[in-house]
């Protein structure tokens, strides 16, 4: 009876013991107890690094201490032989070598954080439970503190950001920026580091080159409103190229300020927004836009396609149907001619 109690109580003692080291290493990396970041970067040779990472499992707490902040301020040249030393199978160094690569990750050099991100995410993937637990823990810790942040920042700019669903059911982060947005093309950067990021809108912000070349790393986004941007043709082609599964909706800047049925026909208007050039022309709910200078109109999706083409301050004319003032009576048929504002 044991032999079968012994490796059970063995088995979860383990997991506890993994559990209870992933939730220390998250304390020591929230409070930055231990300051290993902050040491100069010194020359290292192979030998030297050895030598500390067997400090790491010394007797002396001091040693092992020192042993950290020198491999930490080693650099580069100690990740390698970090990551071969975790895999030994001492909790001791295993803790504090992946400790020393959070500190890389979450230093300044892009360089550096880079190698030791893609170190943890070979252990991540690894055998070794325990480890493998430790590295996800680390990672993913890190990056969800790198995601609060840029989002705190990017709302504090200006960015309406908000939790939903797209069509296709699917659950994440809409990001909207308008003409309150105040920031520039570094702080746009943050958008990459937003997690489970579906929706970006950019409606009424001027954007550079350099912007469109942040847009260009979502690749993660499924859809991209670009209304009244002022991005080029070629500029647009060349964003279209880098992000092939994502759905671009591209307008000028023309706004009409109406909403309705999508790709179901008939071109049905199903709400007019206050003030807007729509509710200037005398546009209803319940209107079915026929023409717009002349062009058929088969759908909403189509309407919204021609006044795309067209930007703020333009004006177009509209065929409209609408259904008669008493039941029976026979729909009218008018004209409108609407000068399209802006999006804001």
């Not at 929230?30 to 067997?54: H, K, N, R, T």
Request: glycine letters at 12%; hydrophobic letters at 45%.
């Amino acid at each position: 009876m044991m032999a079968v109690r012994t490796p059970l109580i063995a088995d979860a003692l383990c997991r506890w013991l993994q559990t209870a080291v992933v939730i220390v290493l998250q304390m020591i990396a929230a409070s930055g107890l231990v300051a290993i970041a902050e040491e100069p970067a010194v020359p290292a040779d192979a030998g030297q690094i050895s030598g500390w990472i067997e400090q790491l499992a010394a007797e002396q707490f001091a040693q092992r201490e020192a042993a950290t902040r020198s491999l930490a301020a080693a650099g580069q040249p100690a990740i390698e032989p970090l990551r071969v030393a975790i895999g030994r199978g001492d909790l001791e160094v295993s803790s504090r070598a992946i400790e020393i690569l959070r500190e890389m990750l979450a230093g300044e050099d892009p360089d550096l954080a880079a190698t030791a991100e893609r170190a943890l995410e070979s252990l991540a993937e690894g055998s070794d439970v325990a480890v493998a637990s430790m590295a996800e823990a680390t990672l993913d810790f890190h990056t969800r503190g790198l995601a609060d942040a840029a989002r705190g920042r990017l709302e504090s700019l200006g960015a309406v950001i908000t939790e939903g669903f797209l069509p296709s059911g699917q659950r994440g982060l809409h990001a909207l920026f308008t003409a309150a947005w105040t920031g520039t093309s570094d702080d746009l950067r943050l958008l990459v580091r937003l997690r489970h990021l579906l929706h970006v809108g950019l409606h009424g912000v001027r954007l550079d080159d350099a912007s469109l070349a942040v847009l260009g790393r979502l690749r993660g986004v499924q859809q991209l409103q670009l209304y009244g941007t002022g991005a080029g043709d070629e500029a647009l082609a060349d964003l279209a190229e880098k992000l092939p599964s994502t759905k671009i909706d591209v307008r000028k800047g023309g706004k009409l300020g109406v909403a309705g049925q999508g790709l179901i026909g008939p071109c049905l208007i199903t709400h007019v927004q206050d003030e807007s050039a729509a509710a200037q022309a005398g546009i209803q709910m319940g209107d079915i836009v026929l023409l717009i200078d002349g062009q058929p109109v088969p759908n909403f999706e189509a309407l919204t396609d021609l006044v795309g083409r067209r930007g703020p301050g333009e004006k177009i004319e509209l065929d409209i149907e609408r259904a008669g003032a008493n039941p029976g009576a026979e729909p009218q048929r008018f004209k409108r001619t609407v000068e399209l504002g802006g999006w804001e």
